[in-house]
């Protein structure tokens, strides 16, 4: 079973950068495909980007592409989601997620056995 604590999260204007950082326990990291996800209020749950167990792959949502980027740190237990160009519409409560099975790309939800608790992320206009 693998425990994940997001941190990072915070109040930020439209244009500012933020990274979060989703650091896991209780199961080898390096075996491990990460997922972020956001959820802004009344919305569902959606998938923002993956990065494969060894990072050399990864995937994002049409949304985030070429403004954020996933990446991961194996020696630190730790994968980051650095935000760039923030908007409005980036508001949302971040999760990242895990999952075991060493499939790549893993863009569901329910393809992922693990979640944090969650981040805020504000972005004010």
């Known amino acids: 079973q693998v425990q994940l604590v997001e941190t990072g999260g915070r109040l930020v204007q439209a244009g500012g950068s933020l990274r979060l950082a989703c650091a896991a326990s209780?199961?080898?990291?390096?075996?491990?495909?990460m997922g972020w996800f956001r959820q802004a209020p009344g919305k569902e749950r959606e998938f923002v980007a993956a990065?494969?167990?060894?990072?050399?792959?990864?995937d994002y949502a049409d949304s985030v592409k070429g403004r954020f980027t996933i990446s991961r740190d194996n020696t630190k237990n730790t994968s980051y989601l650095q935000m760039n160009s923030l908007k409005p519409e980036d508001t949302a409560v971040y999760y990242c997620a895990a999952d075991h099975r060493f499939h790549f790309p893993v863009v569901l939800i329910e393809e992922y056995d693990a979640w944090g608790q969650g981040t805020q992320v504000t972005v004010s206009s």
């Open positions: 990065i494969s167990w060894s990072g050399k792959s990864t």
């Open positions: 209780g199961r080898t990291f390096s075996s491990l495909t």
